[in-house]
């Protein structure tokens, strides 16, 4: 267990509703990214929030955003659902030391999101 | 557009068997590597990294290569056992970019 926990574990919406997902990181870990999981496919890197502010982003639309709190936890919401949006999302948090790289990222289990 | 991906999409091996899961790169900026497992149902579980000043590093059965002139990453896992199944994930991280790419996996069944 990587000790990072995320929120609803399934959800179920309909197209052009909004949706928010919850993920606590790890302790002493400062820094969540989020990525989106499609059937059979590989993670795509959405975004990812250090010191409460988007820390880089992936090729995703505005209606994808996010929130990073003190406690370091942070949000994912994503507004006018589209039927593309079902996947899995997934968070991961690592400890930023503001170098070249970004240190190991650990991943919680995800959260099974459906658009009908 | 540059991207991470995998020679095989499935590998099926015997019990106690090695096995060898391969990756190409493109990026030759990337400078960081990480091997991740996934289980059905679960989030990718961090198995082995290595960063671009190496060739090799070793774990617990586990050892990574990166052949960074032919820019090829391999896994190779020892005794592989049946808890071994899984999704393999290749993943890199470009220099001065929190941005991780992900290869599109793949699937290792292991035969008792």
């Known amino acids: 267990e990587t000790g990072v926990t995320q929120s609803p574990t399934h959800l179920i919406k309909t197209r052009g509703q909004q949706v928010t997902l919850r993920c606590s990181s790890q302790?002493?870990?400062?820094?969540v990214s989020w990525y989106q999981q499609a059937l059979g496919q590989g993670p795509q890197f959405i975004f990812q929030?250090?010191?409460?502010?988007?820390?880089g982003r992936g090729n995703f639309p505005p209606r994808f955003s996010g929130l990073q709190f003190p406690n370091y936890s942070s949000e994912l919401n994503v507004n006018a659902l589209e039927l593309d949006d079902s996947a899995l999302y997934l968070c991961?948090?690592?400890?930023?030391?503001?170098?070249?790289?970004?240190?190991?990222?650990?991943f919680g289990p995800g959260t099974r999101l459906t658009v009908l | 557009g540059e991207s991470v991906g995998l020679h095989l999409p499935t590998l099926s091996v015997q019990e106690g068997d090695n096995s060898i899961i391969n990756c190409a790169y493109s990026?030759?900026?990337?400078?960081?590597f990480i091997w991740y497992k996934q289980e059905s149902g679960k989030g990718p579980q961090f198995i082995i990294d290595?960063?671009?000043?190496?060739d090799k590093r070793q774990g617990q059965r586990v050892t990574v290569l990166l052949n960074k002139t032919v820019k090829h990453l391999s896994l190779q896992i020892a005794a592989t056992q049946p808890g071994d199944s899984a999704v393999y994930f290749c993943?890199?991280?470009?220099?001065?970019?929190?941005?991780?790419?992900f290869g599109a996996g793949t699937r290792l069944t292991v035969k008792p």
């Open positions: 991961a948090s690592s400890l930023y030391g503001g170098g070249p790289s970004t240190d190991t990222q650990y």
């Open positions: 302790s002493g870990h400062n820094t």
């Open positions: 929030y250090y010191r409460e502010e988007e820390n």
């Open positions: 990026n030759s900026a990337s400078d960081y």
């Open positions: 290595i960063r671009s000043n190496m």
């Open positions: 993943a890199e991280n470009m220099v001065n970019n929190n941005d991780m790419r």
